[in-house]
T-cell receptor, first 115, second 115 residues
Framework: AQSVAQPEDQVNVAEGNPLTVKCTYS??????LFWYVQYPNRGLQFLLK??????LVKGSYGFEAEFNKSQTSFHLKKPSALVSDSALYFC?????????????FGKGTRLSVIA | KAGVTQTPRYLIKTRGQQVTLSCSPISGHRSVSWYQQTPGQGLQFLFEYFSETQRNKGNFPGRFSGRQFSNSRSEMNVSTLELGDSALYLC??????????????FGPGTRLLVL
């Protein structure tokens, strides 16, 4: 079975500092990995995904994520955090070998950027 | 291109009633998935429809049902509402072929409150 873990419920970072939101996954085959962001009272917005190729994926709003197969991780990063980045972040995975199974989401990490 | 739209955005019902939620996917998308989001359980998959056929189903009771029309619009129905059904219901649509690597795009959600 596929699963995603986001080990931190909450991450606090000062504006201008780099931020990292952690994600680890478990699949039997190769993973498709996604990051989404959710602002209050809104749906999920797609940030970036890893399908294949370069392990460093660049996405929207200056976010990037690094796929690490040996550590089964896909951490989300941004070099300089903005107050407007404060939101709920979700990591999701689909096992390439499982075909069209649903995306499995982590529990989410609440990011708070302090001015 | 217009995004995923959901109606209504907010809904208040009482226990025992039924409710129907509607989702219009991005033009050309044939896969529509539904999720329930609650603070305690996070994002839980309800079902996915592709070309009017249910392709995947989550672990929800039979009170939760859905359908998809020939224009890819989808509805979900919850009968005999319970207090625990209070949640944000999210709809997401996916690519032209609904393939495994394609990105899911989410609507703004319908917030259901059951009294």
């Amino acid at each position: 079975a596929q699963s995603v873990a986001q080990p931190e419920d909450q991450v606090n970072v000062a504006e201008g500092n780099p931020l990292t939101v952690k994600c680890t996954y478990s699949v039997s085959g190769n993973p498709y990995l996604f990051w989404y962001v959710q602002y209050p009272n809104r749906g999920l917005q797609f940030l970036l995904k890893y399908i294949t190729g370069d392990n460093l994926v660049k996405g929207s709003y200056g976010f990037e994520a690094e796929f690490n197969k040996s550590q089964t991780s896909f951490h989300l990063k941004k070099p300089s955090a903005l107050v407007s980045d404060s939101a709920l972040y979700f990591c999701a995975v689909r096992d390439m070998r499982q075909g069209n199974t649903p995306l499995v989401f982590g529990k989410g990490t609440r990011l708070s950027v302090i001015a | 291109k217009a995004g995923v739209t959901q109606t209504p955005r907010y809904l208040i019902k009482t226990r025992g009633q039924q409710v129907t939620l509607s989702c219009s996917p991005i033009s050309g998308h044939r896969s529509v998935s539904w999720y329930q989001q609650t603070p305690g359980q996070g994002l839980q998959f309800l079902f996915e429809y592709f070309s009017e056929t249910q392709r995947n189903k989550g672990n929800f009771p039979g009170r939760f049902s859905g359908r998809q029309f020939s224009n890819s619009r989808s509805e979900m129905n919850v009968s005999t509402l319970e207090l625990g059904d209070s949640a944000l219901y999210l709809c997401a649509s996916r690519g032209l072929a609904g393939g495994v690597g394609e990105t899911q795009y989410f609507g703004p959600g319908t917030r259901l409150l059951v009294l």
